[in-house]
């Protein structure tokens, strides 16, 4: 590996605990103005300061980040689907790696769908984009989405993790699960979870903390933060457990709810 993706992995995975407190709000490029998103400057202005990366889209990276900022970017460059058409598994990949270097972003994310019907095609676009990104020191976070008919256990995400390790992937999001080190385990490269759809605060710290716990090396959280209704002091609350393994009901005090 590099110097340059060196580097680039250590702007998102923190050198100084190993770990990532990354913040996902890429949610609109098939979502649209989802809950919580419906002013993506204002909110992301607002939780910036206490993320170590920010997961979004080439669109509200132009429009709704500061470029004088320093926050490492991971972009989205998967997509071409709605909530609305007929599988979400159809994706194609949306940004060119020349685009992402232009863009000066320190990983790009795209989704596959194991077991998906576009399976292939989304395991495909991630062979492909590695392949190229390699060229350019990019690394590539690979986001293991669940098909709707898949079953978000150990054995699904295991198999989902390690076909994107297998393919190069140098980060894998998946989701937490029963047996979680499992995946873990069977994962060469670090992985991150992502928090899901909304659940109450004090599940979703225990969701992060059991993680990194097991060996997640950290989160790359989006609903659970800014649709909290204190998104900032809830973003503080789990870079207090990933950073500093401080324990969810702690944490959790820490939210005043
Ligand atoms: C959906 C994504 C999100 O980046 C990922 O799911 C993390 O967000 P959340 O914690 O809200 O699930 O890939 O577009």
């Known amino acids: 590996m590099d110097w340059g993706m060196k580097n680039r992995i250590s702007r998102i995975i ?3 605990t190993g770990r990532a407190v990354m913040l996902a709000v890429d949610h609109g490029y098939f979502l649209g103005p989802t809950t919580g998103l419906e002013e993506p400057r204002k909110i992301i202005a607002e939780l ?15 429009t709704s ?3 004088k900022s320093s926050i490492p970017i991971v972009l989205r460059v998967s997509g071409g689907n709605s909530i609305i058409g007929d599988d979400l598994s159809n994706e194609a990949i949306t940004v060119s790696v020349k685009d992402a270097i232009r863009l000066n972003v320190s990983a790009v994310a ?9 399976e292939h095609q989304t395991l495909k ?7 190229e990104c390699e060229e350019y020191g990019i690394p590539v976070l690979a986001v293991t989405a669940v098909g709707k008919d898949m079953a978000r256990d150990a054995k699904y ?5 390690r076909i994107a390790a297998e393919l190069g992937a140098h980060m894998v999001k998946t989701y937490y699960c029963e047996d979680f080190q499992k995946v873990v385990k069977s994962c060469p490269v ?8 909304k659940i109450p605060e004090k599940e979703a710290l225990e969701l992060a903390y059991n993680a ?28 207090s457990i990933v950073h500093e393994n401080v324990r969810p009901e702690k944490a959790y005090k820490s939210l005043k709810l």
Do not use: H, W
């Open 157 to 161: 995400l295991s198999l989902s993790c």
């Open 190 to 197: 670090p992985v991150v979870i992502a928090g899901g759809k």
């Open 212 to 239: 990194v716990r097991e060996g997640a090396a950290g989160v790359d959280m989006g609903r659970n933060i800014f649709q909290s209704p204190n998104p900032v002091a809830m973003i503080k609350a789990v870079r």
């Open 48 to 62: 910036l300061p206490y993320a170590d990366s920010l997961m979004l889209t080439r669109g509200i990276l132009r």
């Open 125 to 131: 676009n991630l062979a492909t984009l590695i392949s």
């Open 110 to 118: 795209l989704s596959i769908y194991v077991g998906g019907k576009y």
């Open 14 to 16: 923190k050198p100084e």
């Open 65 to 67: 980040v500061d470029p």
